[in-house]
């Protein structure tokens, strides 16, 4: 909050009692907090608008309300003010609601959620469009999957990739060997995170792989880096090399300018170098013109799991962009599939995934027969590779929710986990999902909140459906989405 004495600062007696009601909200007293608000909102209009004071106390009323009063509980108005002081307390209603979740209280949680949509054009949207919107008639291209081509049963993405099961075997014998420098970027101690999979496919595939990590946090990189890097790409006689993004340190240009300078050299070498944009639909906010920054000077060819973004590709770049997913992997199981007769949600709920939070509440309240296993936290949080796959295969049914803030579903990594271990996936629609699978062949959608709680207990209801759906959807996930439409893509791209 705004210093006592600084020119937008509210008088002393206002600051002092923000500053005694923000101690009382962090000490969870609903109570108390809640007498000093009102006074400031009463006493010092200016103040309260500013410190958005009407959504702490509409918060507090929901804390304090009886369980039998929260659906006819009546709130002020809290418009939306962009500042500081709002994002910190819609960090608190979020944290709130899930833990209110997580003890089974979706009643208060999602009165904590709809109030957070006052001032989250993000949760306002999810509301409207998802959880109250009625369950409408399919449109034509919803209830035509994207991913079937006209007269054929090979999803549209295939014929995109260009790529054949005698050009794989091709692809194998010919780069037997190749060295492959993997950039890799680990956020847990898990062994199947994309980049434990990217090695993983390639030695499979045949390739030489060597792997160095990328740094994670502004920083880390600095000139000690910047030498392993350069002794990582002499050491090989043109190599592929495949990185992410770097966390450069943002005091330090002369390490991101030392490490590009280093990619240059290695292209001039022979090197070939793919970049990897995992959160496509990030880089998409940031600027359409942003995916392709680097791209003949830096690195030759760039891939993404995005195909929303398709159309908005340059002509004169089409022909190095490869629009497919990262090799994915899961660990061996020998557990029966599907014997748990409910839905599962296993993932995060912070930052890009939020609107999770409103779907847990929601559904909770509806009494689906849903149990979510949600991360808030740090990444090193999650479930074990065991007890993730394990989940994905035993429940009857993997739930996964798409939408980012940008409005737009994406296919995330469970689309592909989920009918990898043998589950059936049960996503909120996306183009991009459908770009890659089958509705109603090798997955199930829904894009309310009704269509959610009708789907699921159809499919509880019909182990024959649903064993077909999950058949069919590990065949093509083990087919196509293991690396060797992967690799082969990106080496036919990049050597011909």
């Given at each position: 909050m705004t210093q006592p004495g600084s020119p937008d600062a509210p008088p002393l007696s206002e600051a002092i009692r923000l500053s005694m009601a923000d101690r009382l909200l962090n000490q969870e007293n609903w109570a108390a907090a809640l007498t000093l608000l009102e006074l400031i909102d009463a006493g010092s209009p200016a103040a309260s608008a500013a410190y958005a004071v009407k959504l702490?106390?509409?918060?507090?009323?929901?804390?304090l309300a009886p369980a039998e009063a929260l659906d006819s509980l009546v709130l002020p108005p809290c418009p939306a003010t962009g500042t500081h002081t709002e994002d910190v307390r819609r960090v608190r209603l979020q944290f709130r609601g899930f833990l209110f979740c997580q003890a089974g209280g979706f009643a208060r949680a999602r009165r904590l959620m709809r109030l957070l949509g006052d001032v989250d054009p993000f949760i306002a949207a999810c509301y409207r469009t998802r959880i109250?919107?009625?369950t409408r008639a399919p449109t034509a291209a919803a209830s035509t999957s994207a991913a079937v081509a006209a007269g054929g049963g090979e999803p549209a993405a295939i014929a995109a990739l260009g790529v054949s099961e005698r050009q794989i075997a091709a692809a194998k014998q010919r780069f037997a060997g190749k060295r492959l420098l993997v950039l890799t970027r680990h956020y847990t101690e898990g062994a199947y995170e994309v980049a434990d999979n990217l090695g993983r496919s390639a030695r499979a595939f045949g390739l030489d792989v060597r792997e160095m990590p990328t740094p994670t946090m502004p920083g880390v990189a600095d000139e000690a880096y910047v030498a392993a890097l350069g002794a990582q790409l002499r050491d090989a006689d043109a190599p592929l090399v495949l990185f992410s993004e770097f966390a450069f340190p943002p005091d330090r240009p002369d390490i991101e300018t030392a490490v590009y300078d280093l990619l240059r050299t290695a292209r001039r070498n022979g090197a070939k170098v793919m970049r990897g944009d995992g959160d496509a639909w990030f880089t998409q906010l940031l600027g359409p013109d942003q995916h392709y920054v680097g791209l003949g000077d830096y690195f030759d060819l760039v891939h993404h799991c995005h195909p929303t973004i398709l159309p908005d590709t340059p002509v004169s770049?089409?022909?190095?962009?490869?629009?497919?997913?990262?090799?994915?992997?899961?660990?061996?199981?020998?557990?029966?599939?599907?014997?748990?007769p409910r839905g599962c949600f296993v993932g995060s709920a912070h930052n890009a995934g939020v609107a999770r939070l409103v779907w847990w509440a929601e559904s909770g309240a509806r009494g689906l027969p849903i149990d979510f296993s949600v991360v808030a936290g740090k990444r090193t949080d999650q479930l074990s590779d065991a007890d993730y796959a394990g989940m994905l295969r035993r429940y009857a049914l993997t739930v996964n929710f798409t939408q980012r803030p940008s409005g737009v579903g994406i296919l995330t990594g469970r689309a592909i986990e989920a009918p990898l271990c043998g589950g059936l996936l049960v996503e909120e629609d996306s183009i991009d999902t459908r770009y890659f699978m089958a509705p109603g062949e090798h997955y199930e959608t829904f894009r309310t909140l009704d269509e959610l709680a009708g789907l699921t207990a159809a499919l509880l209801a019909d182990p024959a459906r649903r064993r077909r759906i999950a058949a069919a959807g590990q065949a093509w996930a083990n087919r196509y989405y293991t690396g060797d439409y992967f690799w082969t893509a990106i080496l036919a791209r990049l050597w011909g």
């Open positions: 702490a106390i509409a918060h507090c009323r929901i804390e109250d919107a009625a770049f089409a022909d190095r962009v490869v629009c497919w997913p990262w090799p994915y992997r899961m660990p061996a199981l020998d557990v029966e599939a599907g014997t748990i």
